[in-house]
């Protein structure tokens, strides 16, 4: 069962995460309470999960490499952070609850935000199983899908496409960095941790790619058909703030024919591998399941 | 002549800086020219070229390496960029140019300062004379010195205590995060390059407690006595910001008597090593002579 799976691991992740932080100096604590905050303020860990995933795919447990999987997850939760500011989205609530900068002000909401963008890159250098070439391959990686030409990339091309039009390709150009980016090295973590060879390399980032994409499609269409339980925001925000999605842009019913079709090239890149694909399957129709 | 050496070096860094930005796709041009333009509106380099005087003191050309020693002014630059936010110390100039947000937007800004910040990781992860476990050595070092327990610790603390008088105590606390930690680890990424012993390391750490310490103290000194041509802002703006500084704790006098002890201090440190310590005694006396 894949809901199982997913509670399972979301809690191997919360539980790494609820001391992740060290010790501050006293003068700071209001800084840690504000990353503390974000960090552990839920969501559904699905980034450190899909790579602890790949590695069992390929026969490696991920226990011994926790610092490496989960300082994926400071990185989406920096994102989260900075895009909800005013300058940004501006948005008051994220996960049901008050966002950083509405609960910490905006100073303390930018600077939790560099504190844990900042603390992803030295969890990784932690000591664990991974050893030097393998840390600095999988800071690489993930630096490259967080930096300019990833996720700061798009959310630049985000901020400055608001209220414009995009066409399909642009829409694809801006998801491919906001969010495809780190879905792409979440699993491609996994691989470099696992020792992947060449064409499961090849085969698993090609379907990282459609799942990342078809993650965008089915949220776009939950912002749309979601409730705010589900959403743990108020659905409806993309059209207010005037944005592009598939649904915008392909229509409700065009927007699932595109996911249907996304999920089904995610499955078919992995069925050549010699890889244990249940799990991956799996997490595709969980994905298309939660917009029915 | 340290003035010769500081503009060569500063040449050196800058002719580096100028090409480190690789090609964006088109769309994301707009947050390239932002964190191109910080990048480059001058500053004196004065981290970068301590981790090369640092080597150079060792024996060893810092040319094969010049990637992870500029990687520290990306770090300095998006710091300076949050920093300057209309949510932190709201200024409009710096060195004599629009800040970042007051040219690109505040959004753009908070960008171009996650996208610097990312990237110096990155940098120090592409291939040079460094190998994999100084590579992830020097990563570690700057994460925790840009991170929450250093440069975002003292923001931080910075911004809380706005309008506060801080005791010295906690002055000190405040800027061995804001200030001296990253040049506590521009000194010590130059000691991981160069492979030096624990003595020297040892003795060159105090050195950089101290010549971070002087930096500081000299900085609210020329906050006082210095031009707006020396400074490239409006001098006078800590008081403005009513923040606890040197000077106001100690007295302009006081204030000099500190610079000229910890001066002594950070030079003494380097008489037992069997370093060629010219040049970093001599930035020890430049720091010292600006506030004369």
């Known amino acids: 069962m894949i809901k199982n799976y997913l509670h399972d691991n979301k809690v191997w992740v919360d539980t790494y995460l609820a001391d992740v932080l060290e010790d501050s100096l006293p003068?700071?604590?209001t800084l840690y309470d504000a990353m503390h905050y974000s960090l552990l303020l839920g969501g559904k860990r699905i980034r450190p999960i899909l790579t602890k995933a790949v590695m069992e795919a390929l026969g490696v447990s991920a226990d011994a490499y926790k610092n490496v999987v989960c300082a994926i997850e400071l990185v989406h939760t920096y994102s989260l952070i900075h895009d909800d500011l005013p300058a940004m989205d501006d948005d008051d609530y994220r996960r049901g609850q008050l966002t950083n900068h509405k609960k910490f002000g905006e100073a303390m909401a930018i600077l939790a935000g560099d504190g844990l963008l900042t603390e992803a890159f030295s969890l990784i250098g932690r000591p664990s199983a991974a050893d030097a070439s393998q840390q600095i391959a999988c800071i690489k990686v993930l630096a490259d899908a967080a930096g300019p030409?990833?996720?700061v990339g798009g959310q630049a091309m985000d901020i400055s496409s608001e209220g414009k039009a995009l066409p399909l390709e642009e829409l694809q150009v801006l998801h491919r960095g906001k969010t495809g980016a780190l879905f792409s090295a979440a699993v491609?973590?996994?691989l470099l941790l696992s020792r992947a060879d060449e064409a499961t390399t090849k085969a698993f980032q090609t379907y990282a790619d459609y799942l990342g994409l078809l993650f965008?499609?089915?949220?776009?269409?939950?912002?749309?058909?979601?409730t705010i339980e589900e959403l743990g925001k108020t659905p409806g925000s993309d059209e207010r703030l005037d944005k592009s999605?598939?649904?915008?842009?392909?229509g409700l019913d065009g927007?699932?024919?595109k996911a249907q079709e996304t999920a089904e090239a995610a499955k078919a890149a992995l069925v050549d591998t010699k890889a244990d694909i249940t799990v991956l399957t799996a997490l595709v129709d969980y994905l298309?399941?939660?917009?029915?």
């Not at 965008?216 to 979601?226: A, P, S």
């Not at 999605?245 to 392909?250: A, E, Q, R």
């Not at 298309?288 to 029915?292: E, V």
């Open 27 to 29: 003068e700071y604590q």
């Open 149 to 151: 030409a990833g996720m």
């Open 188 to 190: 491609t973590i996994g």
């Open 216 to 226: 965008q499609i089915t949220d776009d269409i939950l912002d749309v058909v979601g």
């Open 245 to 250: 999605t598939y649904t915008s842009l392909l």
């Open 255 to 257: 927007a699932r024919a």
């Open 288 to 292: 298309i399941s939660r917009t029915n």
